[in-house]
């Protein structure tokens, strides 16, 4: 049986670790440099909120880890340490969407609810999820675009929209949703709800093959690169 669950997310400039034990969160750790340099301090992070629970990396039976979107360097280092631990230790591990974890803090609030982060040339990348009180369960895929033609294309006003485009894109939003959407400033420190949804996964006997935990890269469509680029 699965007891502690270790999750890690290097996604963006603030990362942060988390340890369920039997679904207690017994462990949450943030950390932040000048710059992002999460190859030099996640192990030694790793190391530091174990330590402060009077655990080792032994006492770890599984492992999750944040695949994006986000940082591309951010992902390889988290990636790439989970998948070196799991093997290491002979461990499962499970890789959990940045967005899925947005929306799962927000579950228990009734109507639909839009996860939004930052993407290059003013894209967004957005999922939106309704929740049964229990889970955010996703409506779509997630998907990159612009912010109004994602907003265009939900199938009902949102309740709430959260993450970290909502820094660049405060003014679009207010201005579509004068009133009644609550916009939710991002958490720069997920890794629980990563916990959380990976401790999911892996009591359904999810399990990422050697090697084969991958980012998540939500691209554009041909059609809107061409588009951006005939424009640019």
Do not use: W
Not at 115 to 128: H, I
Not at 129 to 148: F, K, L, N, V
Not at 200 to 214: F, Q, T, Y
């Amino acid at each position: 049986m699965l007891t502690r669950v270790l999750a890690v997310d290097t996604t963006g400039a603030h990362g942060s670790l988390a340890l369920l034990e039997d679904e207690e969160l017994i462990g949450i750790l943030g950390f932040r440099t000048a710059r992002p340099r999460h190859a030099e301090n996640l192990l030694p992070s790793i190391e530091a909120l174990l330590a402060g629970v009077d655990k080792t990396l032994q006492d770890v039976d599984a492992f999750a880890v944040a695949i994006g979107p986000g940082s591309f360097s951010g992902l390889r280092v988290g990636i790439a340490a989970v998948e070196g631990l799991a093997y290491a230790l002979d461990r499962p591990a499970v890789g959990v969407s940045t967005l899925d974890a947005t929306a799962h803090r927000f579950r228990c609030r009734p109507g639909l609810i839009v996860a939004l982060a930052g993407a290059y040339r003013g894209d967004v990348y957005g999922c939106y999820y309704t929740s049964d009180g229990e889970r955010a369960i996703p409506g779509a895929e997630p998907r990159c675009m612009a912010p109004e033609r994602f907003l265009d294309e939900l199938p009902e006003s949102p309740e709430l929209i959260a993450g970290s485009a909502i820094l660049k894109h405060r003014a679009l939003l207010e201005a579509r949703y004068p009133s009644g959407v609550t916009l939710q400033e991002p958490s720069l420190f997920i890794a629980e709800e990563v916990a959380r949804l990976g401790a999911k996964m892996l009591r359904r006997g999810e399990r990422a093959p050697l090697g084969g935990l991958d980012a998540l890269y939500i691209r554009p469509s041909d059609a809107q690169l061409n588009q951006k680029d005939a424009t640019s």
